[in-house]
């Protein structure tokens, strides 16, 4: 005669979502696979020589300005108000596709001669257009000497050197 | 199927050409997206909420998706007035929903708001988002609601007024912010919602989402909500300035992402015998989703709570993992080698010592159609005894039988197609929205949107019965009076249609005789029924041009469960309702592979496809099949006979797999005494069973989401079914475990894969013939019999019965009143069964929190009348005790039962209804009379808490509509119709 017996389950050594080992396995094994290891592997092994390379590339006068230069650049773009940032890519973008559009032949691109340059001086709607060109030139020209007052350095967060 | 005709339309001067009818939308958009929608879904039709999909048709704007393929149409897409209108459409759905792809957990190629927005090459928001002011609601246990999200595209209503029929969600359009509504303005969770996810399986957006999603989906949607939000915000500021297109490109990349995390595998249901089949989205082992899709056969968009949610045992912490053995007064780990050579040991031994006929086996209606085979190829082959028998003993066999007696094969005679076709449906003994919920959707439509007629036939008020047209309430145990008188009837009153009976049908004088006595005033009499009533229902009978009966266990677990089924096939056959489209007789299969374990084999008395162990022909065949000399000639036990011969010692060793019998078969007392008997006792589950309490070797078994296979669902419909994970821990499938098992009884059989074993069946078993893995790739299926070529057949008898005569035969049966009866001690009548929630003794839908949450514990339904002569109301606790033992359970006063009966669920581990079965049984298939049970009922307290929380759909008020009524959003006064601007297109 069997007894009936009871049974309790042990507490299961299975996850129903990845551990923290099997996300490791899977991470180590898709580097391997994309070919990210042997990059990183070759990368390590010739650490010495690719890290004398790098310092040449930048400790020159070219490396040097690259690296001011975007910083500014990053800089600039932080201070900027998205709109006018966006208003700025807007008109770069129009402005290179006016340019692209432009064709030699065309007859508003010939030379305007002496009488036609004296002419264009007195037509109030060009200068109308040119207005914000010359405006954005005068204070890209303030800037500019700003910027040779300040030096390169200058800027938020900027102190002393 | 005659050729659709076709036609050519014009869409912007294109020729189109496709079947006349067809919704153009369909046709445009079959390869990529042509015409912009939302709110169309192939399964719901032209909804017309979303204002996305305008084109011009003969000068002026219309919705596209309500256009039908015609000769001639000519349609403009892409004109300035429909693209203008189209957009405006769209800025209005995404002024109610805001875009966070990225961090949505819906993000995964199939939200429809998100496609748009893609194809339709929108860059900016022209309407701003506003939220609106309701808060999310989360309290069902599986899903979630969020306003701020939701589009009021309707699907969700279509869904649940007219495809699933529960009629629970609406829209209210007058509402200043209109929103879906659960009971007019319940919490979901407290309303009439039975949980069966059609509305967030059809939610084109994130609005309606499972719970099993939220967090999990993708690789940034897990971040907590305080990091989440300000984030959304952030993009949502940026968005301003750049548009979505830069945005929008990182949520594709979300979208690769999550491609390579996501699994989407077809599965078929393990539950009830409809054989929904689905995707399951899996990311490692957890469950994001059960997804369904319009191609599934058997379901289509359809689930029911179990199908769509029912699934946390998968990943039960309690999942046998590794096999067992008694050793003394406990089991201990064994590694596999070690069980099966104590199995192959003890049973050679138990063999050579007692002869084969001291082993049996028991399969399982759970396991796959391979599995089942293979154990009953074990019993026959390796042991020579037909002792292997399955469940389908204790529900089906009855219907099995009264089909075999009338037109040949034990099976539904069509499809749920065929259900849906029908003018009047006969339904008898089947609370089908609670035991096969997909079926009742599809019947419940056919009855809301194209008239259908129901009769039912049953001791409760259930849902079905409370929508029939004509509800009939017999007396216990009297189904067959009814039915006989009905047939009776038919001749009398020159219903029976003579002319198919006197071409297809043998017997009939015979027949005729037999129903003399079967007066409406002497069914009357026996039944309770009214005279009126049953000459109403016999007239809608007998004017009806299609009939379909369905029936299920409430016939078939009764002493005259068999005669009761063939009553019903009688009455078919009198009214010419065989052979045709909308006709036949369909018992209503209980578990999802029912009609598979006996279709290959797992009974006592015939081989795989039905061939009788006593003809020497078949015995010959399958011995030369499975290279034997000879095979046993002597029927076995049932499984129903298996713990009496274990108790007097004539078994002395069993092998059961997946299968409980210690608390499923009737008069459980009895049965555990001989399973206590046993000299050896195997057990293969998934979980540690009551019968596994009785073993002395317990095989960690997996189900179906760990293995490959196929089931065959109540139509015949044979579904293929993918492995989804592999199996926990060391649990291997059960074909691999009787694959490797018979190696150890010196059998190679060498499966390496469920195939093969389908290739075997295929080889040597006639109505199987041109079964094969290839013909059930991907959603198709076939109906048995299946011909060499692959022809299957899904609706029987079109051709003459399955006869060698080819017709079919009136089967006489006569009424008597079962041997367990109602008298002065045992004065009430206990009817058990299902609840649409649980399944069977809860030993999957109990691992299911949000299932036991809807219903915590069984209960006994009382009737208004008997609480009320008792003094009991809900939390009361009684003792039921019958003739063979007594059990305490809670009380629910309902009216779905009447007077003297009672109604208790079979959903429990404890307090199981068979405590108190008796072994009364069928005696022409053995199955036990669970439903012919009288009790007794003591108070043990009149207070207590209610066992059926009020949160539960029972408790909830429907709200039927006929749709999304989208009029009334456009009879608003402040509706404008595109592409005009809206003035409030954040409402609605």
Excluded at chain 1, 28 to 35: K, P, T, W
Excluded at chain 2, 14 to 33: C, F, K, Q, W
């Amino acid at each position: 005669m069997a007894k009936p017996l009871k049974y309790d389950v042990p507490k299961p050594d299975w996850t129903v979502t990845k551990t923290a080992d099997d996300e490791m396995r899977e991470f180590v094994e898709l580097l391997h696979q994309r070919g990210v290891l042997r990059l990183a592997n070759t990368l390590l092994g010739s650490l010495p020589k690719v890290s004398s390379l790098v310092m040449e590339g930048l400790y020159n006068r070219s490396g040097s300005n690259a690296v001011q230069n975007i910083s500014a650049l990053v800089q600039l773009v932080a201070n900027m108000p998205p709109e006018q940032f966006r208003r700025i890519c807007l008109g770069i973008t129009e402005g290179l596709q006016a340019a692209q559009q432009t064709r030699p032949n065309e007859r508003d691109m010939e030379a305007p001669g002496l009488k036609g340059a004296v002419k264009l001086l007195h037509n109030d709607e060009l200068w109308r257009d040119l207005a914000p060109l010359i405006k954005a030139a005068r204070s890209f020209s303030e800037a500019m000497q700003q910027s040779t007052d300040d030096g390169p350095h200058a800027g938020p967060g900027a102190t002393e050197r | 199927m005659p050729a659709q005709k076709e036609c050519t339309v014009y869409v912007d001067g294109e020729p189109i050409t496709g079947p006349i009818g067809a919704p153009l939308i369909e046709i445009l958009n079959s390869d990529v997206i042509r015409m912009p929608f939302i709110c169309y879904h192939p399964s719901l039709g032209p909804l017309q909420t979303c204002d996305v999909c305008w084109v011009e048709v003969n000068g002026e704007l219309a919705r596209g998706c309500t256009l039908k393929m015609e000769e001639g149409l000519e349609v403009t897409l892409s004109n300035a007035r429909s693209k203008a209108a189209q957009r405006e459409g769209y800025d209005r759905i995404i002024a109610k929903h805001e875009l966070y792809c990225t961090v949505c957990d819906n993000n995964n190629g199939d939200c429809e708001v998100h496609n748009r927005l893609f194809d339709m090459g929108i860059d900016t928001q022209r309407y701003p988002f506003q939220r609106k002011p309701y808060e999310i609601d989360a309290s069902n246990p599986f899903y979630v609601y969020d306003p701020d999200q939701c589009i009021l595209c309707g699907r969700c209503v279509e869904a649940c007024q007219n495809v699933e029929v529960n009629e629970t969600l609406t829209i209210d359009w007058n509402a200043e912010y209109p929103r879906v509504l659960w009971d007019g303005g319940r919490p979901a969770g407290e309303s009439s919602c039975v949980s069966c996810g059609h509305c967030v399986t059809v939610c084109p957006c994130n609005a309606l989402q499972e719970k099993s999603m939220i967090g999990m989906a993708g690789p940034f949607t897990t971040m907590p909500s305080d990091v989440k939000r300000p984030m959304i915000e952030l993009v949502k500021e940026m968005e301003h300035t750049t548009g979505f297109t830069f945005i929008n490109r990182l949520s594709e990349v979300d979208h690769a992402l999550r491609e390579s995390e996501i699994k989407r595998t077809k599965t078929v249901c393990t539950y009830c015998g409809v054989g929904c089949s689905f995707e399951i989205w899996t990311r490692d082992r957890h469950i994001l989703k059960v997804q369904p899709v319009p191609d599934a056969p058997a379901n289509g968009i359809s689930t029911c709570i179990k199908g769509k949610f029912g699934w946390d045992f998968v990943n039960s912490p309690e999942r046998l993992t590794q096999p067992l053995i008694r050793d003394g007064e406990r089991f201990r780990e064994a590694s596999w080698d070690e069980a099966y050579s104590l199995i192959a040991q003890r049973l050679t031994e138990i063999r050579e010592q007692h002869g084969t006929e001291a082993v049996a086996f028991v399969s399982s209606s759970k396991v796959s159609n391979e599995e089942n085979y293979l154990i009953q190829k074990m019993a026959r082959q390796i042991f020579r005894t037909n002792n292997i028998d399955n469940c389908t003993r204790y529900c089906q066999n009855p219907a099995t039988e009264g089909l075999q007696r009338t037109v040949g094969y034990g099976a539904d005679s069509g499809t749920i197609r065929d259900l849906e076709k029908a003018e009047l449906l006969i339904i008898v003994g089947s609370n089908t929205a609670d035991s096969h919920p997909v079926i009742a959707s599809k019947i419940k439509a056919a009855k809301k949107l194209r008239n259908q007629k129901h009769i039912v036939a049953d001791l409760r008020r259930h849902e079905m019965a409370a929508r029939a047209d004509i509800f009939l309430k017999p007396k216990p145990s009297t189904d067959l009076v009814w039915l006989n008188a009905l047939a009776r009837y038919m001749f009398d009153a020159g219903y029976a249609d003579m002319e198919f009976i006197e071409k297809n049908v043998l017997r009939l004088e015979e027949f005729r005789q037999s129903l003399e006595p079967y007066t409406l005033e002497y069914a009357q009499q026996i039944t309770g029924i009214p005279i009126e009533t049953l000459k109403r229902a016999g007239d809608m009978i007998g004017t009806a041009g299609s009939v379909c009966a369905m029936w299920a266990m409430g016939v078939t677990q009764h002493e005259t469960g068999s005669d009761t089924s063939t009553a019903i096939s009688n009455l078919l056959l009198t009214t010419g309702n065989f052979g045709r489209p909308g006709t036949g007789g369909y018992p209503m299969r209980g578990h999802n592979n029912v009609q598979g374990a006996d279709d290959f084999g797992a009974m006592n008395d015939i081989f795989p496809g039905y061939e009788d162990v006593t003809d020497e022909r078949a015995r010959k065949h399958w011995a030369k099949g499975w290279g034997v000399d000879d095979l046993p000639a002597e029927p076995g036990y049932t499984n129903h006979a298996m713990p009496a011969a274990a108790a007097e010692g004539k078994l002395k060793a069993m092998y059961i797999m997946g299968e409980d019998m210690a608390l499923v078969d009737s008069n459980i007392q009895h049965v555990q005494q001989g399973l206590a008997n046993l000299d050896f006792l195997v057990v293969q589950d998934i979980f540690f069973t009551r019968t596994a309490e009785f073993a002395d070797v317990v095989l960690p078994a997996a189900p179906n989401l760990e293995k490959d296979g196929t089931f065959v669902n109540t139509e015949r419909r044979i579904q293929r079914f993918h492995k989804v994970f592999e199996p926990i821990g060391d649990a291997k499938p059960d074909w691999v475990i009787l694959t490797e098992l018979a190696s150890y009884f010196g059998y190679d059989w060498g499966y390496t894969h469920p195939s093969q074993i389908m290739d075997e069946v295929a080889t040597l078993t006639p109505i199987l013939a041109g079964v094969s893995y290839k013909r059930l790739e991907g959603w198709k299926s076939l109906h048995w019999p299946v011909g060499a070529d692959g022809h299957d057949e899904p609706l029987l008898y079109t051709e003459g019965f399955h006869f060698d005569d080819g017709k079919a035969r009136f089967h006489p049966v006569q009424w008597h009143p079962p041997q367990e009866q109602v008298d002065a001690e045992f004065d009430l009548h206990l009817n058990n069964g299902r609840l649409l929630e649980q399944f069977h003794e809860t030993n999957l839908t109990g691992k299911v929190p949000g299932i036991v949450h809807e219903v915590p514990e069984t209960f006994v339904e009382v009737s208004p009348e008997l609480a009320e002569k008792r003094g009991l109301k809900d939390g009361s606790r009684v003792r039921l005790t019958s003739r063979r033992g007594s059990l305490q359970v809670r009380v629910v006063v309902t009216d779905r039962v009447q007077g003297n009966e009672l109604y208790m669920s079979e959903h429990t581990r404890f307090n199981h209804p068979n405590i108190l079965t008796s072994d009364h049984s069928d005696p022409a298939v053995d199955t036990p009379a669970y439903k012919d049970l009288a009790v007794k009922m003591e108070i043990i307290s009149h207070d207590g808490p209610s066992p059926l929380p009020r949160h539960n759909f029972r408790y909830g008020k429907r709200t039927p509509v006929e749709g999304v009524e989208v009029e009334q959003k456009w009879q608003r006064p402040d509706y404008i119709r595109p592409p005009a601007g809206s003035p409030y297109p954040e409402r609605f």
